[in-house]
C-alpha cells in the first residue's frame, strides 16, 4: 500500500510562485507520478505528470508555469508553480498507480488571491 502526503499549499499572490511537495510512503522510483487538482465547483482534473523515466507531461492550462519533478531518492514528488493565476486556486492532489489502484494523497490547498 502507498501513502500520499502533499505539503505546500497556502495563499499567494498573483504573479507569484510556490513549491507543492508529496512524500510517498514506498519506493516510487519505478511508477508515473501526477498532480491533480479540483477547484471549487469543478470536477477534479490533470495538472502533470512525470514517468518513471523522467518523461513530463502538462495540461494546456499550465505548460510554461509549471514544473513535475521527483527525487527518487527521497520518494518525493514536487510541484513547482511560477506565474500563479487565480483560477489556479484549488485543491492540488498527488497521485499515483500501483498494481492497477489508484491512490490519491488528502491533497493541499493552494488560493491564488491579492
Known amino acids: 500500500q502507498v501513502q500520499l502526503v502533499e505539503s505546500g499549499g497556502g495563499l499567494v499572490q498573483p504573479g507569484g510562485s510556490s513549491r507543492l511537495s508529496c512524500a510517498a510512503s514506498?519506493?516510487?522510483?519505478?511508477?508515473?507520478m501526477g498532480w491533480y487538482r479540483q477547484a471549487p465547483g469543478k470536477q477534479r482534473e490533470h495538472v502533470a505528470t512525470?514517468?518513471?523515466?523522467?518523461?513530463?507531461i502538462y495540461a494546456t492550462s499550465v505548460k510554461g508555469r509549471f514544473t513535475i519533478s521527483r527525487d527518487n531518492a527521497k520518494n518525493t514528488l514536487y510541484l513547482q508553480m511560477n506565474s500563479l493565476k487565480p483560477e489556479d486556486t484549488a485543491v492540488y492532489y498527488c497521485?499515483?498507480?500501483?498494481?492497477?489502484?489508484?491512490?490519491w494523497g488528502k491533497g493541499t490547498l493552494v488560493t491564488v488571491s491579492s
Open positions: 512525470i514517468t518513471s523515466g523522467g518523461i513530463t
Open positions: 514506498g519506493s516510487i522510483f519505478s511508477v508515473a
Open positions: 497521485n499515483t498507480r500501483v498494481n492497477n489502484i489508484n491512490y
